[in-house]
């Protein structure tokens, strides 16, 4: 017979308590099992918030990781809003141009424009016609400056009879080549608990998300936001699967964001947006957002800001004309003017990563903006929050197992008692020391492994059963075999990384368990095996 199956029958002997014993070692291992299993759920996450499409974030002076967790995680409250036209300063000649279209500036130049070329006009047939005097030039000017009067644009006249600054357009931004994408984020509304951002339909169209970057955005139901739709012009929105499902959201569900943190007494917005996308889930905080169209974000109400000319607000009959203009935006579909525009952040892939650290140089120079890198912010969250947490619940059901090994030597030691005759008649068979302090090392491994194996099914059993809801938090998939995330040996053994057979070797850790196991059954098990190792045989046989 083998000392296997020696092992197995002594155990069998005590059923109840080897079972007991082995329950307490699966206890143990689940907690393990479930901690890793946690903790990949948790890494991979990470991995993929690490790989949205962009590598930099623009935003207000301040706190760094503030700036990240409002515009990668859509937590807490931004710090300020810069410019739009610092945003537009990122962008190539041709998109600038279209984007100062729609601005005051050129308005401005429009009226000049349109006043000195009336006056040449007029100028021209009067004096072919010989009757030009000083005084009917001055009579023209005085009409001009009636009928801009009339336009309601009597601050921009103040203007006209002055140098008129050149228009911003027909130029490339001051960071165009060194960018090749660059997104806005417009945050401060709500919607419920969720947060609205207001973006373009680059967003979904141009950014990439996944562990590598790789994946695209793919909508369950419907379609991506445009810049101007047929139906619903500019108030159309994209919601994550995450809003969708607790929100009981559908295709073309109306969503009335609230002005600031609804907690805190948000005024809800009368202008509604229409649904017309519904996200997958990405496993990414984009599940939990409600994206609309930046146009129609800036034509809620509160989210113009007040015109500045010469460094003061005008105030002489310019906010009655700003808001008939803002109420004429929402009948007519408007854009709002680039002067009365501000982002949050804004989302930069740059053209390769050797002008990276030169752009963050510029930007952080100026007194407008600062550059942030958000890998690093997230990689140095997760170290410092997320890793500590891990290794303490990691430590805790160590503790637990290393227990539960306890309770294997306790059960055994306690055994030996009443063992000591059969050892006796083991030995006088000719059994050796050697070979009874084996069996007692086997039968201690063997509870060990049972109660791993249990514990192990135990733990992905849960995993199993909570996939669904896993998933659609984090996005990320968990069956029954999905196992804890691989490490590097050279890590765990404080093996040199520059061998080569151990620089890329990896395991799961929940693999890594399997020798832990069998350690720690030898070691709770040396001892009952030593007192079987220097049990006497004749005193034995005598009981």
Sequence with gaps: MSLWKIAWRSIQQRGVASLLTSLSMALGVMLVVSVLSIHGVIAQSFRSNTNLGYNMIIGAKGGKLQLTLNSVFYLSQPIENIPFDYYLEF???AHRSAAYQHS???????LVWQSRATQWQVAAGAHSAGALVPAGIACLEKACEATLQQCDYTWMFKHAGRAVAPLEAGRPGRFSRFTKLAIPLCLGDYFGRFRVIGTTPDFFDRLTFGEEGERAYQFAQGRNFQQHGEKYGYFEAVVGATVAREMQLNLDSKINPAHGDPERGGHVHAQAFHVVGILKPTGTPNDRGVFVNIEGFYLMQGHAKPVEQTGAVVTTGVEEIHEHEHEHDHAHHHPLPVEQREVTAILVKTVNHRVTSELQTQINEGA???AVFPVLQIYGLFDTFVKPIERVLLALTAMICIVSGVSILVSIYNSMSDRRHEIGVMRALGASRNTVMTVILLESVLLSLGGGALGWTLGHTVNALASTRIEQQTG??????????PVKIAE???ADPTMSWVQNLRISSELMLVPALIMLAIAVGFFPALTAYRTDVAQALDR
């Design 91 to 93: 962008l190539d000649a």
């Design 104 to 110: 005051l500036q050129n308005d401005l130049h429009k």
């Design 368 to 370: 407008v903006a600062q």
């Design 476 to 485: 990320v998939s968990m069956g029954f075999f999905s196992l804890a995330p």
């Design 492 to 494: 765990v053994l404080g």
